[in-house]
């Protein structure tokens, strides 16, 4: 069966301090993964996906993210975290279907 | 440029009642998703289309209706709500593949059900 995980339900980072963010996934076939970033009271905004290709994807606002086969992980980066990164993260995998899979959320809160 | 937008964005019902939230996209986008959004369980998919009159269930479809007879509107109808259908729901399209194309989600419908 499809699944995300993402381990840690918040992240405490301080501003100008690398963040990681972390996702796990399971799935039968190629994963085919996303990021998404969610700010207060908005609809999720796309950051970066892996469908194939180099492992370390570039996305928006900085981010970027690494594709590990072998840990089944795609843990979201940055090398230094503002204030303004403070949201709710969530990662996704659709294994090239319609049905998009999340996890249910990492809250990144950076520390001024 | 619109994008797509959801209404009513708050709406307070009572159990038994039927409610529609709304959703219409400006991209002629083929692909709309519902999705509710509830503490610890992330974003779960209700219902999904690939095009305009087809429609598939997602996760968590029980109690809900949609229906596609325009590319542009996807309405999402609850027909007798209940308390546990109290969420915030989120709409999304995507015009690209499914397998490559990013999401673009509206900015939800907060449904509160006494």
């Known amino acids: 069966a499809q699944s995300v995980a993402q381990p840690e339900d918040q992240v405490n980072v301080a501003e100008g301090n690398p963040l990681t963010v972390k996702c796990t996934y399971s799935v039968s076939g190629n994963p085919y993964l996303f990021w998404y970033v969610q700010y207060p009271n908005r609809g999720l905004q796309f950051l970066l996906k892996?469908?194939?290709?180099?492992?370390l994807v570039k996305g928006s606002y900085g981010f970027e993210a690494e594709f590990n086969k072998s840990q089944t992980s795609f843990h979201l980066k940055k090398p230094s975290a503002l204030v303004s990164d403070s949201a709710l993260y969530f990662c996704?995998?659709?294994?090239?279907?319609?049905?998009?899979?999340f996890g249910t959320g990492t809250r990144l809160k950076v520390l001024a | 440029d619109a994008g797509i937008t959801q209404s009513p964005r708050y709406k307070i019902t009572e159990t038994g009642r039927q409610v529609t939230l709304m959703c219409h996209q400006t991209w002629s986008h083929s692909y709309m998703f519902w999705y509710r959004q509830d503490l610890g369980h992330g974003l779960r998919l209700i219902y999904y289309?690939?095009?305009?009159?087809?429609?598939d269930k997602g996760e968590v479809p029980d109690g809900y209706v949609v229906s596609r007879s325009k590319t542009e509107n996807f309405p999402l109808t609850l027909e007798s709500a209940t308390r546990s259908q109290t969420s915030v729901y989120f709409c999304a399209s995507t015009g690209g593949g499914p397998y490559t194309g990013e999401l673009f989600f509206g900015e939800g419908s907060r449904l509160t059900v006494l």
């Open positions: 892996y469908i194939t290709g180099d492992n």
């Open positions: 996704a995998d659709n294994s090239g279907t319609y049905k998009y899979i």
């Open positions: 289309s690939a095009a305009a009159d087809i429609t």
